[in-house]
């Protein structure tokens, strides 16, 4: 038995228990335990702690959901709606912890990628103006611009390979027209040319040959589209949160590394910017 890895998780276990969250403790025991995150014991501990603690391992808490992967797999359209609409449970002992889950970087990065879709699709918009938005997950970020604007005509393909993702979304936007095709990226070729291509929470699960293989295919078959794709950046304060209690795994990548990806897809460097929310963690890679 490993006495110092031991030592942390018994007091995490306290702090999981404890009615008093304290935010200090669980992100420092949460820092020291992030180097032992491949070992062994590391891992029968970290079961041993979820078996004890129902909030980090089911749906009573946002951490507890993301951890569950209710549909299979991370970062699904039900989680990220209650990330966009700020959900808290009502039970008072669980409501602590959702509300730190809403002030993490993460989620905070999360709302924010709306606010900058949002912004970015009214300042782009023209008459006759077309949008292929890829993994539309939720469609949060769509309904909230079609309330915001009702004067204007927005055209959108959404490709996603939930098909509960696509059910979720058309009851949202049941009052709007939006195309909807249930098919992976990996496979989709477009067939027509859009005016601007959207992709948000989807490359960064990508590895970089991916990332480069698919970037390339739309850049290559849509050459006057605009081309916006979000990846998150690496931030020390929270990672270890969300890949220790929501076992939440993303490809972290620097503007640098998003500029050097572009590029090994096709783009002109010229035509490359790299934008950001304001928490400085979703970041926007735009081939213009
Ligand atoms: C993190 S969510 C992001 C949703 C949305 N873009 C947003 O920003 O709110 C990721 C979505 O990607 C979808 N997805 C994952 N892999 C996909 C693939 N290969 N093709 C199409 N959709 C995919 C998932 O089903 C999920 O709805």
Redesign the pocket.
Known sequence: MNIDIQDKFDHLDEILKSKEFNKFEYETVLRELYPYRNDEYFKIAMKRLRQNNDIIRTECTMQGRVFQKK?G?????EL??KI?TEYKSDESTHTQWDEYFHTQPGAIA?RN??KY?IAKMKDLYFDGFTVL?????????MYELFQSDTNKNFVFDC????NK?IEFSKELLSRYKVNFIN????R?KPEKNYDVIW????FD?FDDKTFVRILKRFIDQSKNAKVII?NFAYNSSTVPYMELIGEWYLNYRSPDKLIELAIAAGATKNRITIESEPEQMNLFLNIN
């Open positions: 549909y797999y991370a970062g699904d359209f990220i709606d966009y999360v990628r709306k879709f938005n890829l993994a539309s997950g939720p469609c949060r970020d490709i996603e390979l939930d993702a098919k992976s990226i990996l989709f992709s948000a929470g989807l699960y979000g």
